[in-house]
């Protein structure tokens, strides 16, 4: 898909979400591959089966969204709002750290994590705690507690 038709979707999208017509983004099975979906509101959208690979989602809105099999590989997913997303585990802890509202994500099916500005593996994470946080070993113990909580949560 392109684009200008999903840019007119997502409008249509916005006056449903708003009760003001429009109809429903039903965006499934469809190719969204590297598109452009900063900030996008697909707030209960369909994206059921939808190809997200390498699509740009960093700081949309996905509550309520559907994502069963949905492909997301290589997807920047850094921001996202993941309240309600159906099709996919994903564990949300809250982090006080130096920054305001910081995150720490896990999404099982995909096995990645993602916090700030960082998307990855898990021993990823953990190296890039060392690089930023290896002198601060409050605020690393701080991150390696809310990584042990979500181990334990996938565990169960």
Do not use: P
């Amino acid at each position: 898909m392109n684009q200008e038709k999903l840019n007119i979707i997502l409008e249509k999208h916005e006056k449903w979400l708003r009760g003001e017509g429009g109809e429903r983004a039903d965006l499934n099975n469809v190719d969204l591959g590297n598109v452009d979906l900063r900030r996008a509101n697909l707030r209960r959208a369909d994206l059921k089966g939808a190809d997200l690979s390498n699509a740009d989602l960093r700081c949309a809105d996905l509550r309520g969204a559907n994502l069963s099999y949905a492909n997301l590989s290589n997807a920047l997913l850094n921001w996202i709002i993941w309240q309600d997303i159906e099709g996919l585990t994903v564990i949300c802890v809250q982090v006080d750290t130096t920054r305001k509202n910081n995150q720490i994500v896990y999404i099982k099916e995909l096995d990645i994590w993602t916090t700030g500005c960082f998307q990855g593996t898990l021993d990823e994470l953990r190296a890039a705690i060392e690089i930023e946080h290896g002198d601060n070993e409050k605020l690393r113990k701080r991150y390696y507690r809310v990584i042990d909580f979500i181990l334990n949560e996938v565990a169960e």
